[in-house]
């Protein structure tokens, strides 16, 4: 039985609305992410240190840095190479040599990259398909400008501290292009490169020091379809999840988890072109379906539920937010999906929390609050 005290603090920290930052939470923009006090509070209250906390859709990684700061050993799972790649980045506690060689790059590098910077690799980082839609008037310059800072990467010792770098071209890079409505110079790229090197360093730091005082985690990233999460060797073993906090594709909504909107909102993998990631599939792949077809999304939605309850404890908590485009039709939908997929709601109708959807696009916000822009928390127990 779950507290009613721990349900209505965690309810409490799922209404936060303050920015998301802190630790490396803030090294990546990804869609419709949740605040780490929400995934920090859940995970507080419905396990304990040692016990092993599951995000089968993990997405920029919350769960797994808050589940590693309060000590439990941790599985974070995406289809997404690229929620993998920044999972990764996000806990990875540099060590001071490896920040030293990082922090160098940032001073002394950057302020030398130029547009006109050639070599062979830059070239075939500029023909890259993964760059596509780069060449339009706003972006071409600064395709060019992150093809000479990609190329200097490749310099740098280890791939730990050049996955480090890609990531800050990469959250930069997001800031420059994603769905903005003006452009930016040159000038002011190479500017926000060395603040946000500089600022994402700090977090890094900020990460190792919140390890330092807590029981080592065991923290497994896992690039997987969440059907198949028995097959990781950690639940092979035979060990289960305590705990799955997480937020799963939204049915009937429109979210891009794999492609930035640039130039007018002409959609580039480019993301995938900085990181250094595979990216194969379309919008549909990433979002269980497309927004039309509900029935494909709802059939997706109980082949992973149900991979995410055969690695979970009798009695496990799943805590997850969700929003809907129809809450009164596609809510009670999936209310039969997670009970078909074994699991039984903890609060009801009555108690449930509704929030808006936070770090939401200009050009969704312009649209003002349609229901796809408030989630609501759903609190169920594995039976």
Same mark, same amino acid.
């Given at each position: 039985?779950?507290?009613?005290?721990?349900?209505?603090?965690?309810?409490?920290?799922?209404?936060?609305?303050?920015?998301?930052?802190?630790?490396?939470?803030?090294?990546?923009?990804?869609?419709?992410?949740?605040?780490?006090?929400?995934?920090?509070?859940?995970?507080?209250?419905?396990?304990?240190?040692?016990?092993?906390?599951?995000?089968?859709?993990?997405?920029?990684?919350?769960?797994?840095?808050?589940?590693?700061?309060?000590?439990?050993?941790?599985?974070?799972?995406?289809? &997404? *190479?690229?929620?993998?790649? !920044? @999972?990764?980045?996000?806990?990875? #506690?540099?060590?001071?040599?490896? /920040?030293? %060689?990082?922090?160098?790059?940032?001073?002394?590098?950057?302020?030398?990259?130029?547009?006109?910077?050639?070599?062979?690799?830059?070239?075939?980082?500029?023909?890259?398909?993964?760059?596509?839609?780069?060449?339009?008037?706003?972006?071409?310059?600064?395709?060019?400008?992150?093809?000479?800072?990609?190329?200097?990467?490749?310099?740098?010792?280890?791939?730990?501290?050049?996955?480090?770098?890609?990531?800050?071209?990469?959250?930069?890079?997001?800031?420059?292009?994603?769905?903005?409505?003006?452009?930016?110079?040159?000038?002011?790229?190479?500017?926000?490169?060395?603040?946000?090197?500089?600022?994402?360093?700090?977090?890094?730091?900020?990460?190792?020091?919140?390890?330092?005082?807590?029981?080592?985690?065991?923290?497994?990233?896992? &690039? *997987?379809?969440?059907?198949? !999460? @028995?097959?990781?060797?950690?639940? #092979?073993?035979?060990?289960?999840? /305590?705990? %799955?906090?997480?937020?799963?594709?939204?049915?009937?909504?429109?979210?891009?988890?794999?492609?930035?909107?640039?130039?007018?909102?002409?959609?580039?993998?480019?993301?995938?072109?900085?990181?250094?990631?595979?990216?194969?599939?379309?919008?549909?792949?990433?979002?269980?379906?497309?927004?039309?077809?509900?029935?494909?999304?709802?059939?997706?939605?109980?082949?992973?539920?149900?991979?995410?309850?055969?690695?979970?404890?009798?009695?496990?908590?799943?805590?997850?937010?969700?929003?809907?485009?129809?809450?009164?039709?596609?809510?009670?939908?999936?209310?039969?999906?997670?009970?078909?997929?074994?699991?039984?709601?903890?609060?009801?109708?009555?108690?449930?929390?509704?929030?808006?959807?936070?770090?939401?696009?200009?050009?969704?916000?312009?649209?003002?609050?349609?229901?796809?822009?408030?989630?609501?928390?759903?609190?169920?127990?594995?039976?």
């Amino acid at each position: 039985m779950v507290d009613r005290q721990a349900l209505s603090a965690v309810a409490s920290a799922a209404r936060d609305r303050g920015h998301v930052s802190g630790l490396t939470h803030d090294f990546y923009r990804y869609p419709a992410r949740f605040s780490p006090t929400f995934a920090g509070r859940a995970i507080e209250q419905f396990s304990a240190q040692g016990d092993l906390v599951l995000d089968p859709y993990m997405g920029g990684g919350t769960v797994v840095v808050e589940a590693a700061r309060q000590g439990r050993d941790v599985v974070g799972n995406d289809i &997404n *190479a690229l929620s993998h790649f !920044l @999972a990764g980045v996000k806990t990875s #506690a540099l060590s001071p040599e490896e /920040r030293s %060689v990082a922090a160098h790059w940032a001073l002394a590098v950057v302020p030398t990259l130029r547009t006109r910077d050639a070599s062979p690799q830059i070239d075939a980082l500029l023909e890259s398909e993964r760059a596509h839609n780069l060449s339009l008037p706003r972006a071409r310059y600064l395709k060019r400008l992150i093809a000479s800072a990609l190329d200097s990467i490749t310099g740098l010792p280890g791939d730990r501290v050049q996955n480090f770098a890609r990531c800050v071209v990469l959250n930069t890079a997001q800031w420059a292009l994603d769905g903005r409505r003006c452009a930016t110079t040159t000038a002011e790229f190479r500017e926000r490169l060395q603040i946000d090197a500089h600022r994402m360093l700090q977090g890094v730091q900020d990460y190792a020091d919140a390890l330092s005082g807590v029981r080592p985690a065991e923290i497994i990233l896992s &690039n *997987a379809d969440a059907a198949q !999460l @028995a097959d990781l060797p950690v639940f #092979a073993g035979g060990r289960r999840a /305590r705990l %799955v906090v997480t937020s799963p594709p939204y049915p009937g909504v429109h979210v891009l988890y794999h492609r930035w909107q640039v130039d007018g909102r002409r959609e580039s993998p480019a993301p995938y072109w900085i990181a250094n990631r595979f990216d194969g599939q379309g919008a549909s792949y990433y979002a269980f379906s497309s927004r039309e077809n509900l029935d494909g999304y709802f059939a997706s939605a109980l082949r992973t539920l149900r991979g995410a309850r055969a690695v979970m404890e009798h009695g496990g908590i799943m805590a997850q937010l969700i929003a809907f485009n129809e809450p009164r039709i596609q809510l009670r939908r999936y209310l039969a999906t997670m009970e078909a997929a074994g699991f039984q709601e903890i609060r009801e109708r009555r108690n449930r929390t509704w929030r808006g959807v936070p770090s939401r696009k200009w050009h969704a916000t312009v649209q003002g609050n349609t229901s796809s822009s408030r989630e609501v928390l759903l609190i169920h127990e594995a039976v």
